[in-house]
């Protein structure tokens, strides 16, 4: 839709009749039209347009040559247009330059808000006018303006000129009527390569590549060539959902008709080949490359990005000369996704230490390294880093920043950003309900699901996965359920693998492993390891180890390496000492190179990340952490800590058994942070793996006897441990 009339608030115009006075103004009065022509700012403007308002000798041709100098704003432009009279309207050349200039504002809803004024006050139009108008509908997707433009067009016989035929065609493509355009399309009488490109562009935004290949033969027989941006739309189409036949086929398509592959061509064959992970053929076009440029070393970084090899992104990020922001942006967020959030942080400071300034995409990706880090300071640094630079008002950079505090623990901040934030959408609100999901509290989870509800904003499938995690999480089995329903029934969302995981987790938690299996079983699509996986957890959990052995059989066939499955199976068959099925899966692994992964906990310290692993002894700390560890023991045991050596199923005496629990990566983080000279009131720690039982109580009595809080972000969630209680009550 367009938009309201600006803010700003002008006098109206004078009389027609005052507008038509002597074109010569008295000696006293300024030379307005210089003065107009030298403005170089908008005060500058506004400052004029007093005067002329002052003024009782001014001309109309003033007023419109202060609207022409004023196009470069466009909302003040629009202000002064509102106020234009009625009689006499301004010539049809003025017309199609003040729409040319509004086209070309970034605004598409300029030029909407401009078509309205032209039929308010009955502005001369003609062909030239409607190919901007209808650009604008489809930038803005504002398909009732857009069939309102193609109705006035009708009207006046200017339906069937080319350029504006073209304009439809890419106006319905835009607004997702792909058959509507096809229709415009086909009645054209003239169609020039710019026509065929732009419906084959809609194709391929509509994914509907079988019918963009067989436009392109139809292309060829009709005896237009098409030219290599028609190839570069297809390409960066299949790059962009991965689609790696199609792209194959018309690199062939390519090769076969003989084209000269230019410098952009080739980038995107290149884009293609490495977002759909075909890397050899990618790294094949870039090193025929005669000179390695930016975009096509950007497409490669994040090609390698994303089929996890960020060290081969890397390589080639070092070797580019020339770095700009987009190339940056790419390896900032290859390190983010491939989960190296601290390598992450450190290009983001290079970036800057090389004057190059940040986009709002490269802080979404610097915020979501930092919420995997889950550094609280440093995301506190990085908020007042997004403040001091004006990216705080945006909604994406609002809702990232939401995500981020609630993974590095702090559910308060996460709320502060939420509850000023003058624009909410369902993103806003799934971020909101799933912090509170992933920290266990589920009642606000709840509570602010049923608010987002009642101010119509509807949730989506990712909604109703935060809602379901937080009943898992809670066990409230009938809630959970309810909701499942209510997502199928009433909002007609069908359920993903993601719903059915969830509600094995929830069925199983809550020890109702038939309903769980039930569930698998008649699930539509193939359980994937996630299901399975889960299914697999809640077995261990419930002691139900022959329906364990089969969830984990059925995961290991999906991915024979998973090392959790491997354990899992040894595990039970320990406990049932069948030690020759230990063996086998122990020689197994060890033959396949599998190993069990090793617990590793992070603690923020004085702005810096220290890592523990299991049994860690590389701290340069490490004598006064273990003293610590075995003072805190001491403590703990006075009141009723004994250390659970039941989960360690490994032949060993039960001194032995007790060193490896107590070793735990989280106990030594927590104790180099009992140390600190600065007594904080809060002790985080972020873990791996699931936190252990005897890991578990032992950070609630720590609690209670250090009087600290003490929180933990394992692989599923937040626990925060209070006065010898925890959030989860002891439900995770």
Same mark, same amino acid.
């Given at each position: 839709?367009?938009?309201?009339?600006?803010?700003?608030?002008? @006098?109206?115009?004078?009389?027609?009749?005052?507008?038509?006075?002597?074109?010569?103004?008295?000696?006293?009065?300024?030379?307005?039209?210089?003065?107009? !022509?030298?403005?170089?700012?908008?005060?500058?403007?506004?400052?004029?347009?007093?005067?002329?308002?002052?003024?009782?000798?001014?001309?109309?041709?003033?007023?419109?040559?202060?609207?022409?100098?004023?196009?470069?704003?466009?909302?003040?432009?629009?202000?002064?247009?509102?106020?234009?009279?009625?009689?006499?309207?301004?010539?049809?050349?003025?017309?199609?330059?003040?729409?040319? @200039?509004?086209?070309?504002?970034?605004?598409?809803?300029?030029?909407?808000?401009?078509?309205?004024?032209?039929?308010?006050?009955?502005?001369?139009?003609?062909?030239?006018?409607?190919?901007?108008?209808? #650009?604008?509908?489809?930038?803005?997707?504002?398909?009732?303006?857009?069939?309102? +433009?193609?109705? *006035?067009?009708?009207?006046?016989?200017?339906?069937?000129?080319?350029?504006?035929?073209?304009?439809?065609?890419?106006?319905?493509?835009?607004?997702?009527?792909?058959?509507?355009?096809?229709?415009?399309?086909?009645?054209?009488? @003239?169609?020039?390569?710019?026509?065929?490109?732009?419906?084959?562009?809609?194709?391929?935004?509509?994914?509907?590549?079988?019918?963009? *290949?067989? *436009?392109?033969?139809?292309?060829?027989?009709?005896?237009?060539?098409?030219?290599?941006?028609?190839?570069?739309?297809?390409?960066?189409?299949?790059?962009?959902?991965?689609?790696?036949?199609?792209?194959?086929?018309?690199?062939?398509?390519?090769?076969?008709?003989?084209?000269?592959?230019?410098?952009?061509?080739? !980038?995107?064959?290149?884009?293609?080949?490495?977002?759909?992970?075909?890397?050899?053929?990618?790294?094949?076009?870039?090193?025929?490359?005669?000179?390695?440029?930016?975009?096509?070393?950007?497409?490669?970084?994040?090609?390698?990005?994303?089929?996890?090899?960020?060290?081969?992104?890397?390589?080639?990020?070092?070797?580019?000369?020339?770095?700009?922001?987009?190339?940056?942006?790419?390896?900032? !967020?290859?390190?983010?996704? !491939?989960?190296?959030?601290?390598?992450?942080?450190?290009?983001?400071?290079?970036?800057?230490?090389?004057?190059?300034?940040?986009?709002?995409?490269?802080?979404?990706?610097?915020?979501?390294?930092?919420?995997?880090?889950?550094?609280?300071?440093?995301?506190?640094?990085?908020?007042?880093?997004?403040?001091?630079?004006?990216?705080?008002?945006? *909604?994406? +950079?609002?809702?990232?920043?939401?995500?981020?505090?609630?993974?590095?623990?702090?559910?308060?901040?996460?709320?502060?950003?939420?509850?000023?934030?003058?624009?909410?959408?369902?993103?806003?609100?799934?971020?909101?309900?799933?912090?509170?999901?992933?920290?266990?509290?589920?009642?606000?989870?709840?509570?602010?699901?049923?608010?987002?509800?009642?101010?119509?904003?509807?949730?989506?499938?990712?909604?109703?996965?935060?809602?379901?995690?937080?009943?898992?999480?809670?066990?409230?089995?009938?809630?959970?359920?309810?909701?499942?329903?209510?997502?199928?029934?009433?909002?007609?969302?069908?359920?993903?693998?993601?719903?059915?995981?969830?509600?094995?987790?929830?069925?199983?938690?809550?020890?109702?492993?038939?309903?769980?299996?039930?569930?698998?079983?008649?699930?539509?699509?193939?359980?994937?390891?996630?299901?399975?996986?889960?299914?697999?957890?809640?077995?261990?959990?419930?002691?139900?180890?022959?329906?364990?052995?089969?969830?984990?059989?059925?995961?290991?066939?999906?991915?024979?390496?998973?090392?959790?499955?491997?354990?899992?199976?040894?595990?039970?068959?320990?406990?049932? #000492?069948?030690?020759?099925?230990?063996?086998?899966?122990?020689?197994?692994?060890?033959?396949?190179?599998?190993?069990?992964?090793?617990?590793?906990?992070?603690?923020?310290?004085?702005?810096?990340?220290?890592?523990?692993?299991?049994?860690?002894?590389?701290?340069?700390?490490?004598?006064?952490?273990?003293?610590?560890?075995?003072?805190?023991?001491?403590?703990?045991?006075?009141?009723?800590?004994?250390?659970?050596?039941?989960?360690?199923?490994?032949?060993?005496?039960?001194?032995?058994?007790?060193?490896?629990?107590?070793?735990?990566?989280? #106990?030594?983080?927590?104790?180099?942070?009992?140390?600190?000279?600065?007594?904080?009131?809060?002790?985080?720690?972020?873990?791996?793996?699931?936190?252990?039982?005897?890991?578990?109580?032992?950070?609630?009595?720590?609690?209670?006897?250090?009087?600290?809080?003490?929180?933990?972000?394992?692989?599923?969630?937040?626990?925060?441990?209070?006065?010898?209680?925890?959030?989860?009550?002891?439900?995770?």
């Amino acid at each position: 839709m367009a938009q309201p009339l600006p803010s700003t608030v002008l @006098h109206p115009y004078p009389t027609a009749a005052a507008a038509t006075a002597t074109a010569t103004p008295p000696r006293h009065q300024p030379n307005f039209i210089h003065l107009i !022509s030298s403005a170089t700012s908008l005060p500058h403007l506004k400052q004029i347009h007093g005067q002329l308002l002052k003024n009782s000798h001014h001309h109309q041709h003033h007023l419109f040559h202060l609207l022409l100098t004023s196009l470069s704003f466009p909302s003040y432009a629009l202000s002064l247009l509102s106020s234009i009279p009625h009689h006499p309207p301004p010539t049809l050349q003025l017309t199609n330059k003040i729409l040319k @200039h509004i086209s070309r504002s970034n605004d598409p809803h300029n030029t909407l808000f401009f078509f309205q004024t032209m039929q308010n006050k009955a502005f001369p139009i003609d062909w030239f006018s409607f190919p901007p108008l209808l #650009k604008a509908a489809s930038k803005a997707m504002a398909l009732s303006e857009g069939k309102m +433009i193609h109705g *006035l067009a009708a009207k006046l016989g200017y339906d069937s000129d080319p350029f504006v035929e073209t304009a439809l065609v890419g106006m319905y493509a835009a607004c997702g009527l792909i058959s509507d355009a096809r229709l415009v399309f086909d009645k054209m009488s @003239h169609k020039d390569v710019v026509a065929w490109n732009i419906m084959i562009d809609g194709y391929c935004q509509s994914q509907l590549f079988d019918n963009a *290949l067989a *436009l392109l033969e139809e292309m060829k027989s009709s005896k237009t060539e098409p030219d290599q941006r028609i190839f570069t739309t297809i390409l960066s189409s299949c790059a962009h959902v991965g689609n790696l036949d199609v792209g194959k086929l018309v690199h062939g398509f390519i090769s076969e008709n003989k084209m000269v592959i230019d410098s952009h061509l080739q !980038s995107a064959l290149l884009n293609m080949y490495a977002s759909s992970g075909a890397m050899d053929m990618a790294q094949s076009l870039y090193d025929n490359l005669k000179t390695k440029n930016v975009v096509a070393s950007t497409a490669l970084i994040t090609g390698y990005s994303k089929v996890g090899n960020i060290e081969a992104a890397r390589l080639v990020f070092d070797a580019m000369v020339d770095k700009d922001l987009v190339c940056w942006s790419a390896m900032i !967020s290859g390190y983010a996704e !491939s989960d190296k959030p601290q390598e992450a942080l450190m290009i983001f400071h290079d970036m800057q230490q090389n004057g190059i300034k940040p986009d709002q995409v490269t802080m979404l990706s610097v915020i979501s390294a930092c919420a995997n880090l889950g550094a609280l300071d440093q995301a506190r640094k990085i908020h007042q880093f997004v403040d001091d630079k004006g990216f705080g008002k945006a *909604l994406p +950079i609002n809702n990232a920043l939401i995500d981020m505090y609630a993974k590095c623990g702090s559910l308060e901040e996460a709320k502060e950003v939420f509850s000023r934030m003058h624009r909410k959408n369902v993103i806003s609100w799934t971020s909101m309900i799933s912090a509170f999901a992933i920290h266990g509290d589920v009642d606000n989870a709840l509570k602010y699901f049923q608010m987002m509800k009642s101010e119509n904003v509807e949730p989506n499938r990712v909604t109703f996965v935060g809602v379901l995690y937080a009943c898992s999480h809670a066990g409230l089995v009938e809630e959970g359920r309810r909701i499942f329903h209510s997502m199928v029934n009433e909002y007609r969302i069908t359920p993903k693998l993601e719903h059915y995981g969830c509600m094995v987790d929830l069925y199983g938690r809550a020890n109702h492993l038939p309903d769980a299996l039930k569930l698998v079983e008649s699930m539509p699509m193939a359980p994937n390891v996630v299901v399975w996986g889960s299914l697999m957890a809640a077995c261990l959990i419930h002691g139900e180890f022959e329906l364990g052995e089969f969830a984990a059989k059925r995961l290991l066939e999906l991915e024979p390496d998973h090392d959790g499955a491997h354990v899992f199976l040894s595990n039970i068959y320990a406990k049932e #000492k069948r030690w020759e099925n230990v063996g086998a899966v122990r020689q197994f692994m060890k033959q396949e190179g599998i190993s069990k992964e090793r617990g590793c906990s992070m603690i923020e310290m004085d702005n810096e990340i220290h890592e523990f692993l299991t049994a860690d002894k590389n701290h340069k700390q490490t004598d006064e952490i273990y003293a610590k560890l075995d003072e805190v023991v001491d403590k703990l045991k006075k009141v009723g800590y004994s250390p659970n050596i039941s989960s360690v199923l490994v032949d060993l005496d039960d001194d032995e058994k007790q060193e490896v629990v107590l070793w735990h990566s989280e #106990k030594l983080a927590l104790c180099y942070g009992l140390m600190s000279k600065e007594k904080q009131s809060c002790i985080r720690i972020i873990k791996n793996l699931r936190i252990c039982e005897d890991c578990h109580n032992f950070m609630k009595l720590a609690s209670k006897v250090s009087d600290r809080e003490i929180v933990v972000r394992d692989r599923t969630r937040f626990h925060h441990f209070r006065d010898g209680l925890c959030s989860c009550k002891d439900y995770w």
